[in-house]
């Protein structure tokens, strides 16, 4: 029962060449099998007529054609109230700050549907568990950011879904701005947080 030395190997070469030459192109399984898409890929995969930088009369560029929307969810807790805050990825705008989950509407979108549709794909909320109880709009006349305030009504569990978000977490409503912020949150913020403590 002895081989020739070299033999196996001979065999699993002709038989590696054999089912590279006959199988099916390697291509869809190694697609199936891609680790998480880059922010690129996901960029693309987002895309929609309203994402794009506009020019506004204010010397900033905002993103969004169409403006802009986020959705910030409160709950209630024993000593006061918590809100969901994104911390964004270091390739977006002022990466590394924390903010709403939000981004550009779609032409014609309602800015509180758009709102809780950022929401839902970043932050992996559950739009039947929240109300929307009031809205907050930074209105430069060129585009306008508006930002609906929900109130948790049942179980959440908000999560980085897509790469946009370095983490999502419930942060206390008195911590908030011990945080760097994102300067359009950070000014809208005091606005936000009197709406907050009547909830
Ligand atoms: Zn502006």
Redesign the pocket.
Known sequence: MTREPGDGDRLRATADEGTTAAGPPADPRERAGRPRPTADEVHRLHRQPGDAWLE???G?R?WGLHGAAGLLLVRRTTTGHEVVLQHRVGWSDQGGTWGVPGGALAPGEDPVAGGVREAVEEAGLDPAALEVVDTWVMD?V??AYTTAIALATGPQDPRPTDPESEAIAWVDADAVTDLPLHSAFADAWPHLRAVVDTL
Do not use: M, P, Q, Y
């Open positions: 506004c009369r204010c900033h905002h430069h060129d585009w």
